[in-house]
T-cell receptor, first 116, second 108 residues
């Protein structure tokens, strides 16, 4: 149980295009979903937190107009990277929390974004 | 000072050895302490979770928390090549703050 999936697992796009990444909790309903970004040999950095039906809360320094988050249901959240540039190339990982505890937060397999 | 400090390694040890991984932190408000394992190009997987000072054991893994020193450790006994991965310490209250991760190589 407690499986989180992401699609696609990798994507290559041209500079200036937009890319959408989906995150689904497959066997549970998530109270909250999170989006992280991880650069090579770096830590996971929280980008934003979202609850179903409400606007996402972005961490300091994360552009909300560039990284659009839609939390359409208790099992689906999407991250859209708008007008992507090479510096947006990174590993994007979503996470879904089923309860209130940090140990009830499960991570997806990640999406590798490469912007040419 | 960063909230969570973790030596990125890499750390190479022979199979069967005891591995010791450590993190320090600065925020005394952190209540929960975790260790995650992350294989290359995969999401992190929770290994250990604790919320109090002391030791917690699960199979070959032991997590140790010293809140007075703001220091946490993960010990892996009888290390196996399959333990080769990046180990991330993490902690928090309402959200998780991660260390950079330590790359561990177990040499057969």
């Amino acid at each position: 149980g407690a499986v989180v999936s992401q699609h696609p697992s990798w994507v290559i796009c041209k500079s200036g295009t937009s890319v959408k990444i989906e995150c689904r909790s497959l066997d549970f309903q998530a109270t909250t979903m999170f989006w992280y970004r991880q650069f090579p040999k770096q830590s996971l950095m929280l980008m934003a937190t979202s609850n179903e039906g409400s606007k996402a809360t972005y961490e300091q320094g994360v552009e909300k107009d560039k990284f659009l988050i839609n939390h359409a249901s208790l099992t689906l959240s999407t991250l859209t990277v708008t007008s992507a540039h090479p510096e947006d190339s990174s590993f994007y990982i979503c996470s879904a929390r089923v309860g209130r505890g940090l140990n009830e937060q499960f991570f997806g397999p990640g999406t590798r974004l490469t912007v040419l | 000072q960063k909230e969570v400090e973790q030596d990125p390694g890499p750390l190479s040890v022979p199979e069967g050895a005891i591995v010791s991984l450590n993190c320090t932190y600065s925020n005394s408000a952190f209540q929960y302490f975790m260790w995650y394992r992350q294989y290359s190009r995969k999401g992190p997987e929770l290994l250990m979770y604790t919320y109090s000072s002391g030791n917690k054991e699960d199979g070959r893994f032991t997590a140790q928390v010293d809140k007075s020193s703001k220091y946490i450790s993960l010990f892996i006994r009888d290390s196996q090549p399959s333990d080769s991965a990046t180990y991330l310490c993490a902690m928090g209250g309402d959200k998780i703050i991660f260390g950079k991760g330590t790359r561990l190589h177990i040499l057969p």
